[in-house]
């Protein structure tokens, strides 16, 4: 939505231009959108995008999960949950909603299902989708990184993750994940991480980082309860910069 918003204040091609990263792509593809439509349709769409832009609270605040709401609401006057629940337009009601929506970020509809074909469809997984789509990933890298010990230290480390990781076990030997899933050495380095504190999601933040964008790593993290948000985040943060090529690829986190 924030590419939608920069393209409806400014349709300027060389402005545009200017703006780098994932938010630049979307910034002129909106921009080309809108240049494509007929005239009246094309004010018409730029009047509801920055209609938007005014709002109290972010686009698509329901796929936000509630702990992060409450954790913004914490410290302000009651009329702050009422701000936000009726989104109400009176400058005092304005001012209170977007200091308690201060850590959202717009939400496209969570109208995915897991697995993911691509970052478009994982930011819209809905929030229990994405939480399970994580421990899966997470397990696929923990029972590749366990394959040279065997089947015994399989077994050993399940009853401290569960039976998600015996079925990672059985699918990781093959297509398209054999093969797939990043240099074993890296994956073991991933998998050094408490397994009874979100170690599922830990190691899978570590191993999707790379393929996700800073804006992304927002949208995906609100979806989550609060504290395991934030362990996400944490990862995402410190392993973005590891090369491509030291983690799974994208057939393999997307495979049924």
Do not use: N, Y
């Amino acid at each position: 939505m924030l590419g939608e918003l920069i393209a409806a204040a400014c349709s300027d091609p060389a402005v545009l231009e200017r703006i780098g990263g994932p938010l630049g792509e979307a910034a002129r593809a909106a921009a080309a959108d809108l240049l494509a439509q007929p005239d009246r349709k094309r004010r018409a769409t730029r009047a509801a995008w920055a209609a938007i832009g005014r709002m109290a609270v972010p686009a698509g605040i329901r796929g936000a999960h509630a702990s992060w709401i409450e954790a913004g609401l914490a410290g302000l006057p009651p009329a702050a949950r009422t701000a936000v629940a009726t989104a109400a337009a009176d400058p005092a009601s304005v001012w209170l909603a977007r200091w308690a929506c201060s850590d959202l970020v717009p939400l496209p509809a969570d109208d995915a299902r897991r697995p993911p074909q691509s970052t478009a469809e994982l930011v819209r997984l809905p929030g229990e989708d994405l939480a399970a789509w994580l421990d899966d990933v997470g397990a696929d890298q923990l029972a590749f990184a366990l394959a040279a010990a065997g089947e015994q230290a399989v077994a050993q480390t399940a009853r401290v993750v569960g039976d998600v990781l015996v079925t990672a076990a059985a699918r990781v030997r093959v297509a398209p994940r054999r093969g797939a899933l990043g240099p074993v050495r890296a994956a073991i380095a991933r998998c050094k991480v408490d397994l009874a504190e979100h170690g599922l999601a830990t190691i899978a933040a570590r191993a999707i980082a790379p393929h996700v964008d800073g804006f992304s790593a927002r949208q995906l993290v609100i979806r989550l309860p609060r504290p395991l948000g934030l362990v996400v985040l944490r990862e995402l943060g410190a392993h973005g910069r590891v090369a491509l090529d030291q983690v799974p690829t994208w057939a393999a986190l997307g495979a049924g």
